[in-house]
């Protein structure tokens, strides 16, 4: 199978990729498994690409928004599909409004990746998505961006699968370059309604920095000293639980 036909892509919803990439090395010399679980922006899709979608035999889309905007943009029915939703906390709109510069936007994104494992609410989200996710491929979960919180859960996941960090950030990272088209649509709104500079201030919370993602890594050894005890007591997996992720997740 060529890398093109691996590595499906939906003009319509930019963010749309295979949390495995083509097929990432682990630490021990493996690889992750391709066609198993797909990550995304909100599903916005063009005729062609909901075929495409509709293609892989995904068993359940999980949706990690909040029922705001859910209602503003709900998900396709894509037939053998269950329509699943674990609300995560995401960038809080009320907060956005204020921001005045961009040391504050990222302070705010700081606070938000902190709060995925500091929020009770958030861990609760996070441990029903991955316990989901345990039940077999192939499923794709998603919140509106495709950056943060479906950016954590990919991260989780990749290390579960033994991906070192350098190739989890690198993933982390793709969403800059994959969501450009979009991402220059929500600027162009900012702009229309505030200016270039309110652009320059937002700029921040529209993006993914390695940042935000060792301020969730951080926490995760504040309060639970590393990472394995975080997936147990902060989310609530248990042995067979992370088994049946890994057993998913690696090739070999």
Known sequence: MSEEQEYLRLASADNFRDVAGT??????GGKVRTGVF????DLRLTGDDFEALQ?????????LRSPTEIAVHPDPEVPGAENLHFDAIGIPIERLSSLTSRAEAVALMDEVYRGFVVEEHCRTAFGGVLRQLAAGGPQLFHCSQGKDRTGWVAALL????GVDDPTIESDYLLTNARSAASRARVEAEIEKHGGPDL????????????????AAWAAVEELYGDRSSYLRDGLGLDDTTLGRLRDLLRDA
Request: without cysteine.
């Open 55 to 63: 293609a892989i035999g995904l068993t359940a889309v999980i949706d």
């Open 158 to 161: 990749l290390h579960v699968a």
């Open 38 to 41: 797909y990550r995304s922006n």
């Open 23 to 28: 097929g990432y090395a682990t630490r021990d």
């Open 199 to 214: 652009v320059a201030v937002y700029e921040p919370t529209l993006v993914v920095d390695v940042e935000y993602l060792d």
